[in-house]
């Protein structure tokens, strides 16, 4: 079965510093999102992106964060200058459409110190 | 807007008693409803899904779910538990022309011997 994959399964970097999130939706989605979780906390949206661009945004995702597609088959989120409180599971989705069902990656932890 | 509310952030069962995780939500559109799981260390699972259409949903693993307009409820229920079934549910909305899910804050399910 087709799944969403994430690259790195964790990641552990300094307060300041850059990082990317890399992830391949499903091959034939056209949609593709961000959410995070916070440890012991809910699921969150972040954005979602359909055709080269930003279909929506959460308020969580300013200016230090972007998405892009480099290339067909990678979706990346980066966050230019990390901070504590951005330490979380990053989860990669993408869907059909924005109806059809949404399927999630294993997520990337991202600790920051 | 929308917004979900899950009831009891932790629910424990014995193996073979019924599973009941509530699930209530809020929506301005007609929602589309669904419930996820997250096992330890890994990524969010689609269990089932309402959109249109049939009320009664089934889904994964036994589990199946109700979609009652009135009480503005989603509850999943499973009539047996396994030991297997231990895990974090989410019930998240959707729906109207936004790309996102909204999630509720998950509920604990541990099953007992």
């Known amino acids: 079965e087709p799944e969403v994959t994430q690259t790195p399964s964790h990641q552990v970097t300094q307060m300041g510093q850059e990082v990317i999130l890399r992830c391949v939706p499903i091959?034939?989605?056209?949609?593709f999102y961000w959410y995070r979780q916070i440890l012991g906390q809910k699921v969150e949206f972040l954005v979602s992106?359909?055709?080269?661009?930003?279909?929506?945004k959460s308020e969580i995702f300013d200016d230090q964060f972007s998405v892009e597609r480099p290339d067909g088959s990678n979706f990346t989120l980066k966050i230019r200058s990390t901070k504590l409180e951005d330490s979380a599971m990053y989860f990669c989705?993408?869907?059909?459409?924005?109806?059809?069902?949404?399927?999630f990656g294993p997520g990337t932890r991202l600790t920051v110190l | 807007a929308q917004s979900v509310t899950q009831l009891g952030s932790h629910v424990s069962v014995s193996e073979g008693a019924l599973v009941l995780l509530r699930c209530n939500y809020s929506?301005?559109?007609?929602?589309?409803l669904f419930w996820y799981v997250q096992y330890p260390n890994q990524g969010l699972q689609l269990l089932l899904k309402?959109?249109?259409?049939?009320?009664l949903v089934k889904g994964i693993n036994g589990f199946e779910a109700e979609f009652k307009k009135s009480e503005t409820s989603f509850h999943l229920t499973k009539p047996s538990a396994h030991m297997s079934d231990a895990a974090e549910y989410f019930c998240?909305?959707?729906?109207?022309?936004?790309?996102?899910?909204?999630f509720g804050k998950g509920t604990l399910l541990t099953v007992n011997p």
């Open positions: 989705a993408s869907s059909e459409t924005p109806t059809s069902t949404v399927y």
């Open positions: 309402y959109t249109t259409g049939a009320t």
């Open positions: 929506s301005s559109v007609p929602p589309y």
């Open positions: 998240a909305v959707g729906g109207g022309s936004n790309y996102k899910l909204t």
């Open positions: 091959s034939n989605h056209l949609y």
């Open positions: 992106f359909y055709n080269n661009e930003i279909s929506e």
